[in-house]
């Protein structure tokens, strides 16, 4: 798992809502790709980020990464929630693990 993938998350969980929205209330179908195929790919893909994060052995690193990455809270929000002092206490906290996996 990567950064980028990790932010994507959040995006996809919104695009989930949104088709969902256009389908109930506006009876709007995509005219280019089957609704429910698109859906089913963008909940795999959050379902697969949030096995990975579920794979993480420390409660605290998979706690951030869970408020941060699948709750959408801020880096200040997360940090305070965790009990850090600062705001970055969370962020440098998922950074070092994601660090530590890519070596």
């Known amino acids: 798992m990567n ?3 990790l932010r994507q998350v959040r ?3 919104n695009e ?3 088709d ?3 389908r109930d209330t506006c009876a709007a179908y995509s005219l280019f790709a089957e609704d429910d195929q698109q859906a089913g790919r963008y909940r795999q893909a959050v379902r697969e980020i949030a096995g990975w994060i579920d794979q993480i052995d420390d409660s ?3 706690r951030a990464f869970r408020l941060r990455y699948l709750d959408g809270l801020s880096w200040a929000a997360v940090s305070y929630r965790l009990g850090y002092g600062g705001e ?3 962020r440098k ?3 070092r693990y994601l660090f530590s996996k890519d070596t």
Do not use: D, F, K, N
């Open 16 to 18: 989930i809502q949104e």
């Open 11 to 13: 995006s996809l969980m």
């Open 20 to 22: 969902e929205w256009r």
């Open 3 to 5: 950064r980028h993938e």
């Open 88 to 90: 970055s206490g969370a």
């Open 93 to 95: 906290l998922c950074e």
């Open 60 to 62: 605290l690193t998979r």
